[in-house]
């Protein structure tokens, strides 16, 4: 069964400090997602991505991230300089249609010292 | 503003029972709504979906119920497994292709 994969599994990193978070979508999937869930809370949108481009970002998703699509399988989170509050565990998700049941990744535990 | 919530934190149930989670939510012209299942240290699973023209969808074991007038959105599962130990959350369909997690209620099955 397809699945989407994710890495690593745990970034450690330095305040200020670029971080990626790696995500592998389901192949045939043409919508991508960045969620982030803060250890206790819920579960929050951050970006959608399709057709090459942002189609909708939260409030959170300010200047110090950016998503992309290198290449036909990979898509990719970078946060620029990390602060200790972006400290969470991250999933990526992929859908065939936008309005259809998203898959998630496992997630990346990121922790900022 | 928009938000999903919770009523319960914890739910306690005995193997074999049926268990109901709820959920609540505030925007009435969200139209498309999910329950996830998340175990401890993997993402959220899928479980059921339901769109906001019907009031019931059923799944293998489970069912959805969407109640319009009060924005209220339960998860019923039928004869509960200990694999059924997780937390359930529910997720309303924001704008365009974003969706609003509740926080989760905790599902303990016991033996």
């Known amino acids: 069964e397809p699945e989407v994969t994710q890495t690593p599994s745990h970034q450690v990193t330095q305040m200020g400090q670029e971080v990626i978070l790696r995500c592998v979508p389901i192949?045939?999937?043409?919508?991508f997602y960045w969620y982030r869930q803060i250890l206790g809370q819920k579960v929050e949108f951050l970006v959608s991505f399709y057709n090459n481009e942002i189609s909708e970002k939260s409030e959170i998703f300010d200047d110090q991230f950016s998503v992309e699509r290198p290449d036909g399988s990979n898509f990719t989170l970078k946060i620029r300089s990390t602060k200790l509050e972006d400290s969470a565990m991250y999933f990526c998700?992929?859908?065939?249609?936008?309005?259809?049941?998203?898959?998630f990744g496992p997630g990346t535990r990121l922790t900022v010292l | 503003g928009e938000s999903v919530g919770l009523h319960l934190p914890t739910l306690s149930v005995q193997e074999g029972d049926n268990s109901i989670i709820n959920c609540a939510y505030s925007n009435s012209a969200s139209d498309y709504f999910i329950w996830y299942k998340q175990e401890s240290g993997k993402g959220p699973q899928f479980i059921i979906d339901?769109?906001?023209?019907?009031d019931k969808r059923q799944g293998q074991r489970v069912t959805v119920l969407l109640n319009k007038t009060v924005k209220h959105l339960s998860l019923q599962i039928a004869a509960t497994q200990p694999g059924d130990s997780a937390v359930y959350f529910c997720a309303e369909r924001g704008q365009g292709f974003s969706f609003i997690f509740g926080k989760g209620t905790r599902l303990l099955v016991k033996p």
């Open positions: 192949s045939n999937h043409l919508y």
């Open positions: 998700a992929s859908s065939g249609q936008g309005d259809n049941e998203q898959f």
């Open positions: 339901i769109r906001s023209n019907m």
